[in-house]
């Protein structure tokens, strides 16, 4: 596949992972995960990521109080859902940085919480430093803006955390 024609796929997922979160944040409950993995490169389906996202979806099951499972997909970019919960979204955004910090492999989990206006609850919103890049200590989004690090590299630190995936 062309560079061009997969960028094109991409964008296209991500459009299509748009209108499933739109088609939920319009339920209007307080809180709306969408919880992806963020993995470098072209293969998403690299080996652990299946463990890695089943143990995510577990997880966010279990910390959340009355969860309600909405949504379950795969799709270009791997696997996707979204979850609701009828908790203030700071809360919930608070719970989901737990389990993105909980283990080593969970930097790669990506949990999206929403409030109930479609509004993003981020760290910056709690006071809370942004994400680590995964080769070095900067701030993730400074070095993918600058591109600090080669695609290798990249794609290097995150089979590492992979290959440690129960840790």
Not at 34 to 40: D, E, G, K, M, T
Not at 110 to 119: A, H, I, Q, R
Not at 123 to 133: E, Q, Y
Request: proline share 9%; aromatic share 4%; hydrophobic share 35%.
């Amino acid at each position: 596949m062309s560079s061009a024609k997969s960028r094109s796929s991409i964008l296209a997922t991500r459009d299509e992972r748009e209108e499933v979160l739109q088609g939920e944040l319009q339920m209007g409950r307080p809180s709306t995960v969408f919880v992806s993995l963020a993995i470098p490169g072209a293969r998403k389906n690299r080996p652990g990521t299946a463990e890695l996202f089943e143990w995510a979806w577990g997880s966010l099951g279990r910390a959340l109080p009355l969860p309600e499972p909405r949504y379950l997909g795969k799709d270009a970019l791997g696997p996707f859902a979204v979850m609701q919960a009828p908790t203030e979204p700071q809360e919930v955004k608070r719970l989901c940085i737990r389990i993105e910090t909980q283990r080593p492999s969970a930097r790669l989990v990506d949990l999206d919480v929403y409030d109930s206006n479609g509004k993003p609850v981020d760290r910056a919103s709690l006071g809370l430093p942004p994400r680590r890049c995964l080769v070095c200590d900067q701030p993730a989004a400074d070095c993918q803006r600058l591109q600090r690090h080669s695609p290798e590299e990249i794609l290097k630190a995150a089979d590492g955390l992979l290959a440690h995936i129960r840790d």
